[in-house]
């Protein structure tokens, strides 16, 4: 597996990392715990360094699945979690990135994934109730203290970026981003570039509508996201499908799969570029990872960006409650 350094941090992790959010909330119902170990340690095995959770999958329990299945190789991985929400009756119920419950999380974190330090703390959602300069300041805190090594963003707009990273050096940003979803690209990639800060874009199969498995007869688990985001809607996936029908025809000419074009396309952007794509099948993971030896030509990536430009995207990544809470 090739090797990626996320900005100017020095934090070197696998050119594809591994999103475990999947495994246990989000997608319908949660991976059996020996399924989740041994996806995990399968991605190990193929060469993944990095490998991103949260406390807020499950909440909780992904952390401790994520903890146990890295602890053999703990000094070969890299961990990214999060804090910044709070819960009540085991569902989120708000943001809080205040200092003490940062710091409350990192301990919490630690416990959960059974480990000294954590690599990349992220803020998981910016808080409109704490200025970020008390929140990287205190995260410079816990660095200091050895508890982490490296401070991120998640989903924050290009102005908060630059405050946070006044303060303390951010590592890097994690966001949506994808053939898909490519509204980083007007102002955030810019901003990282210019701070050299690295990107970590989540959901960069399209929450798997790029990978051609799914279409507008497609049903999901009553308790999968996709239920709620309106860019699946039945009507809104029918619309879509066009854009996968030529990502399809595309892909068989290089030859590769739809989510392997996908992927090779991100890490094409730009070398500090690092998805984290997620899955519980160890087909999909050989698959995935198999795109790091796709490799797109300049003529590749003209035709795309033409192809692209060309096919309308229907309905907003996220439901409005959701959507108010990015990019601020």
């Avoid at 890299?78 to 990135?97: C, M, P, Y």
């Avoid at 030859?255 to 392997?260: D, G, R, V």
């Amino acid at each position: 597996m090739q090797k990626r350094t996320l900005g100017t941090s020095g934090l070197e992790v696998s050119a594809i990392g591994f999103g475990c959010m999947g495994i246990s909330f989000g997608y319908g119902a949660a991976t059996s715990h020996e399924d989740g170990l041994a996806i995990i340690r399968a991605a190990v095995d193929a060469g993944v360094t990095f490998f991103d959770t949260a406390e807020a999958y499950g909440p909780y329990v992904n952390e401790e699945l994520v903890g146990k299945a890295l602890g053999p190789v703990r000094d070969q991985v890299a961990i990214a979690t999060k804090f910044g929400f709070r819960f009540e009756n085991g569902r989120v119920a708000g943001l809080d990135s205040r200092p003490a419950h940062i710091r409350a999380v990192a301990d919490a974190s630690l416990r959960r994934l059974d480990t000294d330090r954590i690599d990349l703390f992220y803020q998981h959602r910016v808080d409109p109730e704490v200025p970020i300069e008390d929140v990287a300041g205190t995260v410079g805190d816990l660095i200091r203290e050895g508890k982490v090594r490296h401070f991120g963003l998640s989903e924050a707009g290009a102005q908060t970026i630059r405050r946070a990273h006044a303060v303390q050096p951010v590592t890097a940003l994690q966001s949506e981003y994808s053939l898909w979803f490519r509204e980083p690209e007007a102002e955030i990639i810019p901003t990282l570039e210019e701070l050299g800060i690295g990107f970590v874009p989540f959901s960069p199969l399209g929450k798997g509508f790029l990978t051609g498995t799914i279409d507008d007869a497609t049903t999901f688990d009553s308790t999968d996201f996709r239920n709620v985001v309106p860019r699946f809607s039945a009507e809104n996936r029918k619309a879509n499908l066009a854009f996968v029908d030529w990502l399809k025809a595309f892909a068989a000419r290089k030859p590769a799969t739809p989510a392997q074009v996908a992927l090779a396309w991100i890490l094409a952007q730009r070398p500090w570029m690092v998805p984290i794509p997620g899955t519980t099948k160890p087909h999909r993971l050989e698959e995935n990872l198999g795109a790091a030896s796709v490799q797109l030509t300049a003529g590749d990536l003209r035709d795309i960006e033409a192809a692209v430009s060309r096919i309308e995207v229907h309905g907003a990544r996220y439901p409005e409650h959701l959507q108010k809470m990015v990019g601020r």
